[in-house]
């Protein structure tokens, strides 16, 4: 924050002085690692120029006009648009946006630590008979009540950790911005003055981290640096000392796995030993290849592309102008021409009267020179740039709705966002490896600071992570598949559950399935009961017949109590 009010006095104290006093910079603290920083920041900073569009409001003067006017006039910038896509695809097309924190991953546990209890006794018994003398329905036979496993517990910690931060929202920024600066990067915290939520985790600017990997593991620390810039007001409140001379405040952490230090230029605030004995950063690269840092997709080939698309558009632009605003020309006038203005705002142009003197003389008149400056390969061109960019940045035509104006099948669009799909599988698998180490890290700062009742124990509870489909699926199709599989035994009722991608807590909706079939089934009991109790006794006791001791039903009548209409004569006199 600049002051000028200080700058006088900075001005003062260089001049008479003994030494060189000037403000704080970062290139002045004691063990900061400046050259690898300010290789960072050079390497971020055109990153976001190129994200907020800035190199396209480069000017140039006109050499006749002398006035100054934009190179690129229409600022075309597809880069917002395709990191949006990449992000949204990245973390998937997903009803559990719904769920509390809106977290678009699973941490889902490899396996409990307490295994649930088994079924009941359910050796078979000889079946009661009800007063028809029909045989009752066995008794429905249902396993005892599971345990609450711990890794619930578990998990519930982990999504408690990335709640009080924002939750979804921290993932929906940093796929966002992993695309264009080649990363992101969280971080966990504790705030001992937070009762609700004392372990949290944040995402961190990538420009604000710096990170000193462990040779070539990526994915460990020997120090870790963060790094903000605050202003006075945020320094003095944190127990900045304000000198007088300095016009910038940074906010500084300094991990290692042995300490913590946090400054404020180069005052210490805070200096302590690290409980946790881990860095709790985590670097996850968008792309990975032969670096630390990830790879963005502002390519040169990218920046290049989009400066090519910008001029040419132009020209098409300026072509179409020049064939709507054709040239005027005159022939047959004598003199100067004159317009006048008529009432309702119109001007007429009077190109005057022949002046008859010969017989070929001709009438004045004004024509239109048409030109024909637009020309098809101009478009093709532009059509070109536009294709090339896609492939460069992996962004389909059909991840814009784009179908190329016919109708396609489902398959043929999946087919076509492949390009995209792939691209996102290998993304995937960083934040896939990212996130599980972002897990350990959280567990660890429960474990030390007892909070929820994780355990050490606990720490090395193995999980894997659950993404949601990439693109939309076809839920009537996979609805049938699904009722399929369970008619014909070929899925257990878990394994369905799951395939279906909307169902947080699969026990517990099997539980509740269990629970409705348990009641209707009791239900429909209760009705034949009812139904059985309030039917009336055949008249004339057991043997079915009338008062004159004859069946009352037609002969050969199979579904009658008594078959005697069936039996020979002889056997009937017996």
Request: charged share 25%; net charge negative; hydrophobic share 35%.
């Amino acid at each position: 924050m600049f002051n000028p009010a200080t700058s006088f006095s900075n001005l003062f104290n260089r001049l008479v002085s003994p030494t060189e006093v000037s403000p704080f910079n970062l290139r002045k603290l004691e063990n900061f690692p400046f050259p690898e920083w300010s290789a960072m920041q050079a390497h971020y900073s055109p990153l976001i120029q190129w994200f907020d569009g800035i190199p396209l409001n480069a000017q140039l003067v006109d050499s006749q006009t002398g006035e100054t006017i934009d190179r690129y006039p229409i600022k075309l910038n597809p880069i917002p648009g395709t990191c949006q896509k990449h992000a949204a695809v990245l973390l998937g097309n997903t009803l559990e946006s719904i769920r509390e924190g809106g977290l678009p991953i699973q941490f889902v546990p490899k396996s409990d630590l307490d295994e649930p209890d088994g079924p009941e006794d359910m050796t078979a018994e000889q079946p009661e008979m009800d007063e028809m003398g029909r045989p009752k329905p066995p008794p429905l036979v249902k396993p005892k009540p599971k345990k609450q496993p711990k890794s619930e517990k578990v998990v519930e910690a982990i999504r408690k950790a990335f709640e009080y931060a924002g939750g979804g929202a921290m993932f929906a920024d940093s796929a966002v911005s992993s695309q264009y600066l080649g990363g992101s990067v969280w971080k966990v915290k504790f705030d001992k003055d937070n009762e609700d939520y004392p372990i949290q985790v944040n995402n961190v600017d990538p420009t604000e981290f710096l990170g000193i990997p462990k040779g070539g593991n990526h994915w460990e620390f020997h120090e870790a640096w963060f790094v903000r810039e605050i202003s006075i007001y945020d320094a003095k409140a944190r127990g900045y000392a304000w000198n007088g001379m300095d016009e910038q405040f940074f906010y500084l952490e300094h991990w290692t796995n042995e300490d913590i230090e946090v400054l404020i230029n180069e005052q210490t605030i805070q200096k302590e030993p690290n409980v946790f004995g881990v860095i709790p950063f985590v670097y996850i690269p968008h792309v990975r290849i032969r670096s630390f840092i990830g790879k963005s997709i502002i390519t040169e080939t990218v920046k290049g592309l989009i400066k090519e698309w910008n001029l040419r558009f132009g020209d098409v632009g300026d072509a179409v102008s020049d064939d709507a605003h054709a040239i005027l020309a005159v022939r047959g006038v004598r003199g100067n021409l004159a317009t006048t203005k008529l009432s309702d705002g119109r001007v007429v142009v009077n190109l005057g009267s022949k002046s008859g003197l010969s017989n070929s003389e001709t009438d004045p008149d004004m024509i239109a020179i048409k030109t024909q400056v637009t020309s098809e390969p101009m478009i093709k061109l532009n059509q070109m740039l536009e294709g090339q960019y896609r492939k460069e940045v992996n962004h389909p035509a059909v991840a814009d709705g784009e179908d190329e104006g016919s109708q396609r099948s489902a398959a043929t669009l999946t087919v076509r966002m492949w390009p995209l799909i792939s691209h996102v599988e290998i993304e995937r698998i960083n934040w896939t490896v990212g996130m599980l180490k972002l897990a350990k890290i959280i567990l660890r700062f429960y474990a030390v600071k007892s909070v929820d009742g994780i355990t050490e124990d606990e720490i090395e509870a193995g999980f894997t992570i659950k993404w949601s489909s990439s693109l939309p699926r076809d839920r009537e199709a996979l609805i049938t598949e699904l009722a399929v599989r369970k008619k014909n035994g070929m899925s257990s009722l878990h394994h369905l559950l799951n395939l279906l991608g909307d169902v947080e807590d699969i026990d517990k909706e099997i539980q509740m399935i269990e629970d409705e079939v348990t009641r209707k089934q009791g239900h429909e009991m209760a009705l034949l009961e009812a139904k059985s109790a309030a039917q009336p006794a055949p008249f004339g006791g057991n043997g079915g017949g009338n008062k004159d001791g004859k069946n009352n039903q037609e002969k050969g009548d199979k579904t009658s109590v008594n078959e005697s209409n069936n039996l020979p004569n002889e056997e009937k006199q017996q």
